[in-house]
């Protein structure tokens, strides 16, 4: 049970394929985080949030709380006191964690996001939401393509010589990938095929920002071959943290909390 007096601050990023949450107290420390699959519904994942939350002891309707939803289900949380976009959200939390100028790239499961920090504000943005091609969708598909976890994926690519998978369609890059298995390329190649293909991607998404010092949200942000090929082909090194998939909750949580005060 909470023992920290005050206002509670909540966010809750509920994301296409996962959803994150994180409390704040009065005095702005994280004191509880959640992660669970965001599943079928983003309705249903909120219920899950509201039962995990009350299980911890941090009920959505006590009178000291504020609730804050952003993300892409953001809309189907009845219990939110506001809601705030993803962009917006992922700036303040990226600024808690990583400091307040910068550029913030988030790889998510369905889309890519680069935020420009100035002085802990968003200065401007770039999405990538046309193809599943530069996000984390691609890399789990092309793992369960391969028989691996996105995990050994990564090991596998730490191994594996250059290999070029061209297509920006995920579908033909699928195709791609069934074609070199049939020809017996080494599975060690074929995963690094595919994790250059997307850091490649988010690096061009990335580029156009007008530099560093990047930081990497989302959930490859523990994966440790991901961030060192991104730092490569950006020419810069990139700074991430566990803590850094929970941005946009922290971020959310950091509004909710200005509500309660």
Same mark, same amino acid.
């Given at each position: 049970m909470p023992t920290v007096a005050g206002g509670?601050?909540?966010?809750? *990023?509920?994301?296409?394929?996962?959803?994150?949450?994180?409390v704040l107290d009065a005095g702005g420390a994280i004191v509880h985080t959640e992660l669970m699959p965001t599943g079928f519904s983003s309705v249903d994942a909120a219920g899950r949030v509201e039962s995990a939350l009350r299980a911890v002891g941090f009920p959505v309707d006590d009178p000291d709380t504020r609730v804050v939803a952003t993300g892409y289900g953001r809309i189907a949380v009845p219990y939110a006191d506001k809601v705030?976009? !993803?962009?917006?959200?992922?700036?303040?939390g990226a600024a808690r964690l990583f400091g307040p100028t910068g550029t913030v790239v988030d790889v998510g499961g369905q889309d890519t996001k680069v935020i420009q920090l100035k002085g802990g504000r968003v200065a401007k943005f770039a999405m990538n939401d046309k193809c599943a091609a530069g996000t984390g969708r691609f890399l789990e598909i092309m793992a369960d393509r391969l028989g691996v976890s996105q995990a050994e994926l990564s090991?596998?690519?730490?191994?594996?010589?250059?290999?070029?998978i061209s297509s920006m369609c995920t579908v033909f890059a699928e195709s791609e990938v069934i074609s070199l298995i049939g020809r017996g390329v080494p599975r060690s190649d074929i995963a690094r095929g595919v994790i250059d293909?997307?850091?490649?991607?988010?690096? /061009?998404? /990335?580029?156009?920002?007008?530099?560093?010092p990047f930081f990497l949200t989302g959930g490859l942000c !523990?994966?440790?071959?991901?961030? !060192?090929?991104?730092g490569a082909m950006l020419g810069s090194p990139v700074t991430t943290c566990p803590e850094?998939?929970? /941005?946009?909750?922290?971020?959310?949580? *950091?509004?909710?909390r200005a509500l309660a005060r």
């Open positions: 509670y601050g909540i966010g809750v *990023d509920i994301g296409s394929t996962a959803t994150k949450v994180a705030v976009t !993803e962009i917006t959200c992922h700036g303040i090991a596998l690519a730490r191994e594996g010589f250059e290999t070029k293909s997307v850091v490649a991607r988010v690096a /061009a998404l /990335a580029g156009q920002s007008s530099g560093g !523990e994966n440790g071959f991901v961030i !060192e090929r991104l850094a998939r929970y /941005a946009g909750a922290l971020g959310a949580a *950091d509004r909710a």
